[in-house]
Structure formats: C-alpha cells, structure tokens
C-alpha cells in the first residue's frame, strides 16, 4: 500500500488547535474505506472458496494418494501426500507424519496453513508428510464408525509406501480430529507409532468451575435432542456454522469488537493475515445427522470415551488402555474450548496410578501451555516453531521412553549449555517423570460434579426419546430440502461474508473508493491525543463485553449445578449417590491380569539374558532413574553412538524400543536381580567394559554432569562393570529412592 505519503501535517496546520482533530477525522475516514474493502474481500474470498471442487487452505502442494468416496463404505475423507517445497529434503528413512484435521464446523488445511505448521516443521525435520483431509458435504449414510475404518485404511496405505521407515506413522489429531484418531488407535492400535493430539477433548465432563463454561451447554438445552432437531430441519444434516457459532459465543469481546477493532486499527498492515485466517475460519462444512448425534450423545454429553463405553458396530470396546503407541497431549491453559482437565482427565478416569499406566505398557507425555488459546495451538508460528518443531524433531525420543507418565518441558537453548551442539534448534525438551496428582492439579472434578453431569446425561436420553416419538415425524415433514438450504443461506455467520461482498450492489463503489484512499493515505502520528481516546474507548468496550460474558457465564453455571445438583432431579434420573464412582469407572479385567503375570514371569526369566547391549541399556536406565527425566541430549548422544556403530552391535528403531522398555520393566520388577546379572552379561575382555563404561558416562553427562543419587548409581555400576564374569553375590544395597516397593507395583 502506499503509506508512504508525507505527513497530514501540510492539510492541517491551518486549524490551529483543531489540527490533531482533523488528522484523526481524515486517517478514521480513510481506515474505515479500506476497512470495508477487506470486509468485500472476505466477501468474495469466501465465496470463491466455496465454488472449488475441494476447497481447502493448505499452503502445500498435495498429491491424491486415496479418495474415501471409492472405499467399501464411501466417506468424504480423502488422503493425501504433501509435496516437499524446493530446498527441502526427505529422508524415506524416517517415519511418516499424517496429519489430520478437524472436521468441526470448519474446512480442511490448518495442519499445514503455513510454513510454520504442524505439517511445515514435520518436513523440515525430515520426515514425509500426509494429510487427511474432507470435502464440504458428507456421503449419504456416513457415519463416525465408517470414517474411522476409511482412516485406516489410510494409515495401512501410508506404512506400505514407506516399508523401509523407521518406524510406523506418527499421527498428529487436531482437535476433534484428536478424538476420532485415539478411538481408532483403540481399536487398530498396530497401525500407530507416536500420537500427538493438540487441543483435544478427550474427557467432556472435566473442567474448573468458574473457567470452563462449555460444558454446561448441553444440559442446559436439555440435551442432545437439539442437535437432532437441527439435523432434522437440515434435511438430514447438520450445520458446520452452528458449531462454529458456540465457538464465537464463548469470548464476545473477541467476536463482536476485538478481532475487528484490530484489523480496523492496524488496517495498512493486518489486511493480508486477516483474510488469510478468515479464509479458513468461513470455510464451513456440514456432518450427517447420525454422525453430529454420536459425537453429542456419545461424546459431549455422555462421556462414554474415556470410560471405555462406546462399542463399535462389531462389539470391539473403544478403550484407550488398549493404545500401544505413546500419547503426546498438547494443551493449553489459555484454551477455553478444550482446557487441560477435558485434555487430560482421560487419565484419571482409567488409571489408578503410574504403575497402573505401567502395567499397560503405555507411555504418555502431555505439555500446556501457559496462555494460547485454542486456535492458536494450531495456527500460531511460534507454537509451531517451539512446541510442534521440538515434538517432530524428537519424535524418535518419545517413542522410545518407558512405560509411564511424562510432562515435556522445553528450555531456551543458551550458549554456554552443556552439549549444546547435541541441540537441533533453539530449544531443549526434557521429558520428566509425573504422577497422577500433577494432572489432578490441572483441575479436575469431584464426585458430586460428575454426578450432575450423569443426570443431566440421563435426562439427554429422556428428552431425545421424547423428540423422537412425538415431535420429530412432524418436523422431517415439514423440513423440505429447499427449506433446509434457506436455513443455511441466512445463518448469521453466512450473511456476514455475503451482504459485504460484490454480490451485493451496494458494494459496488466499495473498491474505487478504498484504492482512492489508499492512494492519498495519511497514517496518523501516534502520538496524537484522539487516537489514545480511541484505545480507550475500545479498552472500554472490549471490557464490558468480557463483564458481560462473566456474569453469563456464572449464570450457567450456577443454574446447571441448581438444576442437576438437585436430589430430586438425581433421583428422578436414575442417579444413586451411594454407587456412582463405581459404575462410572471403567473396570479391571481378568485377562488383563492373568497377562500382565505371564508378563511380569517372562520378564524374571529373561532377566540374566543378554549381552553387552542388554547390560549397557539396563545400566543407563538404572542410573538415569535417579534424574526422572529424560532429555533430548542424552538421546541425540544414543543416536550418534548408535549411527557411528562404535563398537556396538546395531539395532532398528523398532528393537532398541523393546530392549529399552524390556530393561527397564526388568529394573521395576526385580531390581536387585537385574543389577547382580550385569557382571555375568558383559564380555571378559576389560578393555571392552571401559569402553562401555565410557559410552555409558557421555550419554548420562550430556545434560551435564552427574550429582547426588546419579554418582551413588554410578558407582555401583562401576563396580559391576569391574567384577569377574559370573553371578554377583554382594553388592552394595539399593537405596529406598532407587528401589520403590516392589511388592505394591505387583499388587497393583
């Protein structure tokens, strides 16, 4: 734009005191002009975007690999291989990245909006890029299950294109996609290496009261028998811009004034981004009415999925435990849609404790973030260049960690860090032991809120069955497909696109008088005293809208507990206060048991078997337990070992993932045994043990060097690695800290 015109001081200086006033009035006129251009640009853009064939908003050539309309059961899923730019190389080596998008409300493409996405980052370290993407309208009969099956069959194409990978793909779910990713992991969980789902909900009933006002919604209304009655004057499907409408009703301030006040104010140089997002944010998609009603019946209000109570049509139970992958949960504090109790209360709700995770075989890592809100997770650049960036560049870490439970941190990169050079990028992420009681601090529920929940659940059911018999025939009636379109057309979020685009004649001279002002433009001086008053009063207004958002919240939240808190209501519902915990909580199986023993018996039998390898793993990990936490560094020092082959037998991704998971069940199960059969695994030759004593000291001083509990572990492995060949008989005894209460983890 040309903002470089002299200042407006020539055209005013003649009014005296009234200069700054007429600077102001001539910069508000011009601002406003080209404000109402980009509001027809949007205009326009939105509706060239809904006259493409696929639209999408990408910023990555992508080629088709498999359209779900030609499957067995037909989806409007497609899959896709993302084209490297010039100058970026890919090594068929690595593993591949799929990722998939969120089919709620909204178009495919913000996985890779940008060069700093998800999809972006993934390339640039290296590894192949999917996508998983969905046209705007649904095929005929779709339903949540189908999409499911067609995802992987997916996956299985993607790891048969890439049959020398270092591993199976890793699968980045974005919000809802998150979900629909972890039921199929469920259920398919061989198709799966590391999963990472951002900004997820995964356990609908969570939340912290007077924070997270979105899960009351669904009682309020009485239910699920809105959605349906939505889906039936859609004449069988339902409108991606009501979901995004409950979106843009969670923060006013941001709707109505913010996100406009902002382009408005910075208008010569937040056009460009502004349409950018905006070219997404109006990209709305509908759902089949089948699917919306599972995902509110089964999902939102329900809360079947992190209690294994959702079956598949062929009787399979969509149970998290049975995820073999590890699970990178990305959050935010910041995020109103999905806080960090719906993203992480899954735990809780299956888990007893660590061991219990352990006893699984699941590794799960989460993060939050201490501010970005939901979008942001996906589509700012510095989430991508800091989070998604080290996520994707340690994805190999990740699927090699222990059994357990892990919150990543990451650590400015700093000159004067010790092995620094061991560092891809300007971050250090450290993955460090949690329990339970660090996500019951994130926020969590009580008994006496899920029991509210579980009426207001039940009531769901009451009052859909209800629609259904008496007020439903009478409404497909009257819901033509004409009447169904009309609906759609004059939706709010709709109209806004179309009455400020040229298809309104109103609009018509919008364009020349916005190239007009852009051509005689005259950026007001900053320092001027109307334009202060202007931030004022925006800060004004922007604070009233969140004060009305407040005491609208507090209202729903004070009603819903009132309504669903009551002991009549409960009673009514079928709610019993004496027995709720127990049904709620996913059971312990039998055959869980009886495995993890022949487990636990396989794992004793093996432990004096190995060589080198085996006692060298074992070894680090005894040491490195004392640290409780594992960092890029120490891994980066492993691969660099592995890659030289010094001296050491070479192993696949795959096999040094079960030898490191392998030794460290056996440190748990038996630690004083594992320990005593390291002298009689390590050749004879002493000169081979100082070498793997060597390698053993620079992995577990790349962090830095050794203090307290570590020098104690070290020492004894010196002296294990200094003994004769054969059964150790005295060793020095493991300390409480090193050696937790075997028979409990048993127990449990």
Same mark, same amino acid.
């Given at each position: 734009?040309?903002?470089?015109?002299?200042?407006?001081?020539?055209? +005013?200086? &003649?009014?005296?005191?009234?200069?700054?006033?007429?600077?102001?009035?001539?910069?508000?006129?011009?601002?406003?002009? $080209?404000?109402?251009?980009?509001?027809?640009?949007?205009?326009?853009?939105?509706?060239?975007?809904?006259?493409?064939?696929?639209?999408?908003?990408?910023?990555?050539?992508? #080629?088709?690999?498999?359209?779900?309309?030609?499957?067995?059961?037909?989806?409007?899923?497609?899959?896709?291989?993302?084209?490297? &730019?010039?100058?970026?190389?890919?090594? $068929? +080596?690595?593993?591949?990245?799929?990722?998939?998008? &969120?089919?709620?409300?909204?178009?495919?493409?913000?996985?890779?909006?940008?060069?700093?996405?998800?999809?972006?980052?993934?390339?640039?370290?290296?590894?192949?890029?999917?996508?998983?993407?969905?046209?705007?309208?649904?095929?005929?009969?779709?339903?949540?299950?189908?999409?499911?099956?067609? #995802?992987?069959?997916? =996956?299985?194409?993607?790891?048969?294109?890439?049959?020398?990978?270092?591993?199976?793909?890793?699968?980045?779910?974005?919000?809802?996609?998150? @979900?629909?990713?972890?039921?199929?992991?469920?259920?398919?969980?061989?198709?799966?290496?590391?999963?990472?789902?951002?900004?997820?909900?995964?356990?609908?009933?969570?939340?912290?009261?007077?924070?997270?006002p979105l899960r009351y919604t669904g009682g309020l209304l009485g239910g699920s028998w809105s959605a349906a009655l939505a889906s039936d004057l859609g004449n069988g499907k339902f409108?991606?811009?009501?979901?995004?409408?409950?979106?843009?009703?969670?923060?006013?301030?941001?709707?109505?004034? +913010?996100?406009?006040?902002?382009?408005?104010?910075?208008?010569?140089?937040?056009?460009?981004?502004?349409?950018?997002?905006?070219?997404?944010?109006?990209?709305?998609?509908?759902?089949?009415?089948?699917?919306?009603?599972?995902?509110?019946?089964?999902?939102?209000?329900?809360?079947?999925?992190?209690?294994?109570?959702?079956? +598949?049509?062929?009787?399979?139970?969509?149970?998290?435990?049975?995820?073999?992958?590890?699970?990178?949960?990305?959050?935010?504090?910041?995020?109103?849609?999905?806080?960090?109790?719906?993203?992480?209360?899954?735990?809780?709700?299956?888990?007893?404790?660590?061991?219990?995770?352990?006893?699984?075989?699941?590794?799960?890592?989460?993060?939050?973030?201490?501010?970005?809100?939901?979008?942001?997770?996906?589509?700012?650049?510095?989430?991508?260049?800091?989070?998604?960036?080290?996520?994707?560049?340690?994805?190999?870490?990740?699927?090699?960690?222990?059994?357990?439970?892990?919150?990543?941190?990451?650590?400015?990169?700093?000159?004067?860090?010790?092995?620094?050079?061991?560092?891809?990028?300007?971050?250090?992420?450290?993955? #460090?032991?949690?329990?339970?009681?660090?996500?019951?601090? =994130?926020?969590?529920?009580?008994?006496?809120?899920?029991?509210?929940?579980?009426?207001?659940?039940?009531?769901?059911?009451?009052?859909? /069955?209800?629609?259904?018999?008496?007020?439903?025939?009478?409404?497909?009636?009257?819901?033509?497909?004409?009447?169904?379109?009309?609906?759609?057309?004059?939706?709010? !979020?709709?109209?806004?696109?179309?009455?400020?685009?040229?298809?309104?004649?109103?609009?018509?001279?919008?364009?020349?008088?916005?190239?007009?002002?852009?051509?005689?433009?005259?950026?007001?001086?900053?320092?001027?005293?109307?334009?202060?008053?202007?931030?004022?009063?925006?800060?004004?207004?922007?604070?009233? =809208?969140?004060?009305?958002?407040?005491?609208?919240?507090? @209202?729903?939240?004070?009603?819903?507990?009132?309504?669903?808190?009551?002991?009549?209501?409960?009673?009514?519902?079928?709610?019993?206060?004496?027995?709720?915990?127990?049904?709620?909580?996913?059971?312990?199986?039998?055959?869980?048991?009886?495995? !993890?023993?022949?487990?636990?018996?396989?794992?004793?039998?093996?432990?004096?078997?190995?060589?080198?390898?085996?006692?060298?793993?074992?070894? $680090?990990?005894?040491?490195?337990?004392?640290?409780?936490?594992?960092?890029?560094?120490?891994?980066?020092?492993?691969?660099?070992?592995? /890659?030289?082959?010094?001296?050491?037998?070479?192993?696949?991704?795959?096999?040094?993932?079960?030898?490191?998971?392998?030794?460290? $069940?056996?440190?748990?199960?038996?630690?004083?045994?594992? !320990?005593?059969?390291?002298?009689?695994?390590?050749?004879?030759?002493?000169?081979?043990?100082?070498?793997?004593?060597?390698?053993?000291?620079?992995? !577990?001083?790349?962090?830095?060097?050794?203090?307290?509990?570590?020098?104690?572990?070290?020492?004894?492995?010196?002296?294990?690695?200094?003994?004769?060949?054969? &059964?150790?008989?005295?060793?020095?005894?493991?300390?409480?800290?090193?050696?937790?209460?075997?028979?409990?983890?048993?127990?449990?």
């Open positions: 734009m040309a903002i470089d015109q002299p200042s407006g001081n020539a055209i +005013t200086a &003649p009014f005296g005191v009234l200069a700054p006033a007429v600077e102001y009035m001539v910069d508000a006129a011009q601002r406003s002009l $080209l404000y109402l251009d980009v509001m027809r640009e949007r205009g326009n853009q939105y509706r060239a975007h809904l006259r493409e064939t696929v639209p999408h908003v990408l910023d990555y050539d992508a #080629e088709l690999v498999i359209d779900g309309r030609s499957l067995e059961r037909p989806v409007n899923y497609a899959l896709a291989r993302i084209v490297p &730019p010039p100058k970026v190389e890919i090594s $068929l +080596t690595r593993r591949p990245f799929v990722v998939v998008d &969120p089919r709620a409300g909204h178009g495919p493409g913000i996985g890779g909006f940008k060069v700093d996405s998800e999809i972006g980052v993934a390339l640039r370290a290296g590894h192949p890029c999917y996508f998983v993407g969905f046209l705007p309208e649904p095929v005929a009969g779709q339903t949540i299950e189908d999409v499911a099956r067609a #995802e992987a069959v997916f =996956l299985q194409k993607v790891i048969d294109l890439h049959p020398g990978a270092d591993g199976k793909p890793c699968v980045i779910g974005n919000c809802q996609a998150g @979900w629909a990713v972890m039921m199929l992991a469920a259920i398919r969980p061989e198709l799966f290496g590391p999963i990472i789902v951002a900004g997820s909900p995964l356990s609908y009933w969570a939340g912290t009261r007077r924070q997270h409108d991606g811009a009501l979901l995004v409408h409950n979106f843009e009703n969670l923060n006013p301030s941001n709707t109505l004034w +913010t996100k406009q006040y902002n382009l408005y104010s910075k208008i010569d140089t937040e056009a460009a981004r502004y349409l950018g997002f905006e070219r997404w944010w109006g990209g709305h998609v509908n759902l089949n009415a089948d699917e919306i009603q599972f995902i509110v019946d089964e999902l939102f209000v329900g809360n079947k999925l992190s209690t294994a109570g959702i079956k +598949t049509s062929d009787g399979a139970v969509v149970d998290f435990r049975n995820i073999r992958s590890p699970i990178v949960v990305f959050c935010s504090k910041g995020d109103n849609i999905t806080p960090p109790a719906q993203a992480l209360g899954w735990i809780l709700d299956l888990y007893d404790d660590v061991e219990e995770i352990r006893s699984y075989g699941q590794t799960i890592v989460y993060t939050v973030h201490e501010s970005v809100g939901h979008l942001g997770i996906f589509v700012s650049s510095g989430i991508a260049r800091k989070e998604h960036s080290e996520l994707s560049s340690n994805i190999d870490l990740i699927d090699t960690l222990p059994p357990g439970l892990y919150e990543a941190v990451f650590e400015n990169k700093s000159a004067d860090m010790a092995s620094a050079d061991l560092v891809v990028g300007d971050w250090v992420m450290r993955c #460090e032991a949690r329990t339970l009681d660090d996500i019951r601090k =994130l926020g969590c529920n009580d008994a006496s809120d899920d029991r509210c929940f579980e009426a207001a659940a039940r009531l769901s059911e009451i009052n859909l /069955s209800l629609y259904r018999a008496f007020a439903q025939p009478l409404v497909r009636a009257a819901a033509t497909a004409p009447m169904a379109q009309w609906l759609q057309a004059v939706h709010p !979020l709709r109209l806004q696109y179309e009455m400020l685009s040229d298809a309104n004649p109103w609009m018509a001279g919008v364009g020349r008088a916005a190239q007009w002002a852009n051509e005689h433009r005259r950026p007001i001086d900053k320092s001027n005293v109307f334009l202060a008053l202007q931030e004022a009063i925006s800060n004004q207004i922007e604070t009233a =809208l969140d004060g009305w958002r407040d005491a609208r919240d507090a @209202w729903m939240e004070r009603t819903f507990f009132a309504i669903y808190g009551s002991p009549a209501v409960q009673a009514m519902a079928g709610v019993d206060p004496s027995a709720f915990r127990s049904t709620r909580k996913p059971g312990k199986t039998w055959l869980h048991h009886q495995v !993890l023993q022949a487990r636990i018996n396989e794992l004793k039998a093996r432990i004096p078997v190995g060589g080198i390898r085996e006692a060298v793993v074992r070894s $680090l990990l005894y040491v490195g337990m004392a640290r409780g936490a594992v960092d890029e560094r120490g891994f980066e020092m492993v691969r660099r070992i592995r /890659s030289a082959n010094d001296g050491m037998p070479r192993l696949s991704l795959a096999a040094f993932k079960a030898l490191v998971r392998d030794q460290f $069940l056996m440190l748990l199960v038996e630690p004083e045994a594992s !320990l005593a059969a390291i002298p009689s695994m390590l050749p004879v030759q002493p000169h081979v043990r100082e070498r793997a004593l060597d390698l053993l000291k620079k992995v !577990l001083s790349a962090r830095g060097q050794m203090d307290g509990e570590m020098i104690e572990r070290m020492k004894r492995v010196e002296l294990l690695f200094r003994a004769e060949p054969g &059964p150790v008989t005295e060793l020095p005894a493991i300390t409480q800290a090193a050696a937790p209460d075997i028979e409990s983890r048993k127990a449990s």
